[in-house]
Structures are given as structure tokens and as C-alpha cells.
């Protein structure tokens, strides 16, 4: 027995280790959440009422009721396909801001093939929640294809891009697919079907289930196939990963192209298990509110699933905040904001703090300034 003692030490030692690591991976983020319900703590004091009112009235109006946690996870769902979309792109050392125009394509995509196919639910769903996803992909394909072969940074042409995004669907919805419903003076496309409409059972939308299990297949690819490790390998250092025979250029577009499928996704998913139909306005923010789910989880897939939740809490409980604590809503965007920029100061939050440096800060992109 005692010559297996080495090796159950150090099996117990590796398990300890990374009990460690996981914790101290918390702290940055618990710490720049609990920063900015301070400042927030402090803004609604100026405002002239109660922080503890104001943060009462946003638990109770997210977790409540049955109604309440159904209207977190709606609002959690997309922002679940957004931070897993940007959190992929991390992963290949890309940073991608265009999380939201692809996010539009897809609600846009999918509103379309709801509202103009016919098919029974079971086909319905699936093949409309596919085509955003697909639209998302190829509209994120474009960024990739440009970072790869012409060395244009993906953060400049995302964000172009965006804006591209938002005034085509702003177009079309408005003109080319304008809900012909007389009296209709709205750009908005006609309500989907009710074959295309993705179910709440209970008080559990089922997009988010999908969402679950899309954070669970990410995780998957990232972990534990080839090209997963080939991803992880650019994004460490790209240069060494062509030496070792990984074609760059084809990674970058690939990540592109996964990223803004969990974006379009994430568009589709809104469309149809939320709005029931593509209306501009409806959809923004919630792809660059990835960005900050993405930073909040450490890149992690399973950690976007609470950081979004919380999001989507956010969200859902402004409402109740603004009506019960008259306090505005705005200042839970302003908290939101805070989060991002806590944990974007990793580095600053260990020093007060005086952790250890364990080399776990993120960097927003490092092919900034490199061409293929």
C-alpha cells in the first residue's frame, strides 16, 4: 500500500490544485460584480432612494414568481448564444464585436423562414432556428475571411459590419418584408407562424434548453476534439502554430464562422421563442452584452451559462425596480457597464486584492496589431 501512496497524493494534489485555481478564478469576477453593486448602491443613494428597496425590487421582480424566473431565462437565452459566440473567438486569440450584427441576421432569418415555410412544428422549429444560425455564420465568415487573408483586424471590420448589420435589417424590415397587415404602420416583418414558435414548458422556455445544450457542445469542441486544440494552439500563439503545420488562415475563418453561428442563433432563438417576429430595435445590445458575459466567465462555455443568468435577472427585474423603488432603469445598464469594466481591470482588482499574478487575465485580442 504504501507504494501506491506517491500516487494517490499526487492524484489528490492535482485535484486540490485545481479546486484552488477554480476559486481563485471566482474572486476577480464575484469582486467586479460586487464592486459595481456598490457604485450602483451609490448612484441610486444620490437619486434619492433606498438601495436596499432598489435591489429587493429587482430580485423579487427576476426570481419572484414562476413569471418572474420564466422572463430571466428568456432574457438570459440570447445572451447565452452571444457570450458563447465571443468567448469562441477569445479562444482564437479574435475579438469578435460583430456579435451583434450576425445576432440581427439570425433574428431576421429565422422571423422569415417562420412566417413564409410551412411545415409541421417538429421541422418547423429546427430548420428556422438552423437558418439564423447559418446567417449569423456566414455574415461572421466574412470579418474571418478578411482578418485571414488580407491581415484587416477583425475588431475594425466587426464593427463596420455592425452597422451594416442594423441598417439592411432596418431596410428590409421596413420595405422588402413589411408586415402587410392593414393598419400595420410599424418596420417590423408578419408574426411567424405558430408552427415556428419554440415552446415554454412550465415556467422553462425551451430556448433555453438549447442554449444549454449548445454551451455543453461548445465546451465539447473546444475540449475535446482536434479542432478544438488546433483553435486553443492560435490563440496562444499563431505563429508557433503554423510551425507545428496548422493552416491560420482556415482557423480564423472556421472560428469566425462558429462564432457568428452561436450568434445567429442566439438571434433566431429571440424571434422565435420571445418576440414572435423581427422588429428592429428588439434585439439590441444583447450582442455586445456577449462581450461582457464572455470577460465575466473567463472565456469558459459553462461559465457564460451564470453570467448571462445574471444578466437576464438584470434585466428582468429593472422593470420592477424602476415601478416599486422608483429608481431608474438606466442604472442597471450602468452596473452592467461596471461589471465589464472590473473585470476587463483583471490586473488592477489583484493588486488591491494582492493575488498572486496566476497569469488568468484575458486579453481582448492578441492578434491585435499582427497580420497573417
Known amino acids: 500500500m504504501s507504494e501506491l501512496d506517491p500516487v494517490v ?148 471590420t466587426t464593427i463596420m459590419l455592425n452597422y451594416i448589420a442594423l441598417n439592411i435589417t432596418d431596410y428590409l424590415a421596413s420595405q422588402v418584408l413589411m408586415d402587410p397587415t392593414p393598419g400595420n404602420v410599424v418596420a417590423r416583418t408578419p408574426r411567424i407562424l405558430d408552427t415556428a414558435v419554440i415552446p415554454t414548458v412550465g415556467f422553462m422556455p425551451l430556448g433555453f434548453v438549447i442554449a444549454i445544450i449548445f454551451a455543453a457542445l461548445t465546451w465539447w469542441l473546444l475540449n475535446r476534439t482536434v479542432l478544438g486544440y488546433e483553435v486553443q494552439t492560435v490563440g496562444q500563439n499563431a505563429s508557433a502554430a503554423q510551425y507545428a503545420g496548422i493552416k491560420v488562415a482556415r482557423i480564423i475563418i472556421l472560428t469566425m464562422v462558429i462564432s457568428g453561428f452561436l450568434a445567429g442563433m442566439g438571434g433566431a432563438v429571440e424571434t422565435q421563442g420571445v418576440v414572435s417576429r423581427f422588429q428592429p430595435g428588439f434585439n439590441v445590445g444583447l450582442g455586445f452584452d456577449g462581450i461582457t458575459i464572455a470577460l465575466l466567465a473567463k472565456t469558459n462555455p459553462f461559465g457564460v451559462i451564470p453570467a448571462a443568468l445574471l444578466f437576464g435577472a438584470m434585466r428582468a427585474g429593472s422593470s420592477s425596480m424602476q415601478f416599486h423603488a422608483g429608481v431608474a432603469s438606466q442604472i442597471v445598464d450602468i452596473m452592467q457597464a461596471l461589471i465589464l469594466f472590473f473585470v476587463a481591470a483583471d490586473v488592477l482588482i489583484r493588486r488591491v486584492l494582492r493575488l498572486r499574478g496566476s497569469g488568468t487575465g484575458i486579453s481582448l485580442s492578441s492578434s491585435w496589431g499582427q497580420s497573417s
Open 9 to 156: 497524493s499526487k492524484k489528490t494534489d492535482t485535484w486540490r490544485d485545481r479546486f484552488i485555481s477554480f476559486g481563485r478564478e471566482l474572486i476577480v469576477p464575484l469582486v467586479a460584480i460586487l464592486l459595481a453593486a456598490l457604485i450602483g448602491s451609490l448612484l441610486i443613494l444620490l437619486s434619492g432612494s433606498s438601495p436596499v428597496a432598489a435591489y429587493t425590487a429587482l430580485i423579487d421582480g427576476a426570481l419572484g414568481d414562476v413569471r418572474g424566473i420564466q422572463r430571466t431565462l428568456e432574457k438570459a437565452t440570447p445572451l447565452i448564444f452571444s457570450g458563447l459566440a465571443v468567448a469562441f473567438a477569445f479562444k482564437a486569440g479574435l475579438f469578435n464585436i460583430g456579435a451583434q450584427g450576425q445576432l440581427i441576421f439570425g433574428a431576421l432569418v429565422a422571423a422569415v423562414v417562420g412566417y413564409s415555410v410551412e411545415l409541421p412544428m417538429l421541422l418547423h422549429i429546427p430548420l428556422a432556428v438552423l437558418s439564423g444560425g447559418i446567417a449569423g455564420a456566414l455574415y461572421g465568415a466574412i470579418p474571418g475571411a478578411l482578418r485571414a487573408y488580407t491581415g484587416a483586424h477583425e475588431v475594425i
